[in-house]
């Protein structure tokens, strides 16, 4: 799967929060200000269609587009992507940076501790 650009990326997590799919006023009118063009963020959900990322729906003159590629799905490639990267594709490696450098609550870690543990057993 390609990864996404960081304008790509933003636009993509406004359509996943849509069920429906989007048009692309109803996209910019989600993105913070200052706003892009309309033609820019058309030419980046175009880019997102030949990607494969989102589909497209002829509904009169205009086209809804709705995400191809759930956030799950995204979320999973690129997370084992930075763990293979940054890591050594050594999950507790990555989960002990992460530990550190967030500074985790002894709720935090106790949450994380149980996770596991449910995990292994189940």
């Not at 009118?29 to 030419?43: R, S, V």
């Not at 175009?46 to 759930?70: H, M, P, Q």
């Amino acid at each position: 799967m390609q990864k996404l650009t960081k304008r790509e990326d933003q636009i993509m997590q406004v359509i996943w929060q849509s069920e429906e799919g989007m048009f692309i006023r109803d996209i910019l009118g989600h993105l913070p200000d200052p706003k892009p063009h309309y033609n820019t963020i058309a030419t980046i959900v175009k880019i997102l269609v030949k990607k494969a990322f989102l589909t497209s729906e002829k509904l009169g003159n205009s086209d809804r587009y709705g995400a191809l590629v759930s956030l799950e799905r995204y979320r999973k490639t690129d997370i084992l992507d930075i763990k293979k990267k940054y890591f050594n594709n050594s999950l507790p490696k990555m989960m002990a940076h992460f530990a550190k450098e967030e500074q985790l609550s002894e709720a935090e870690i106790a949450e994380l501790i149980r996770i596991i543990k449910s995990k292994k057993s189940g």
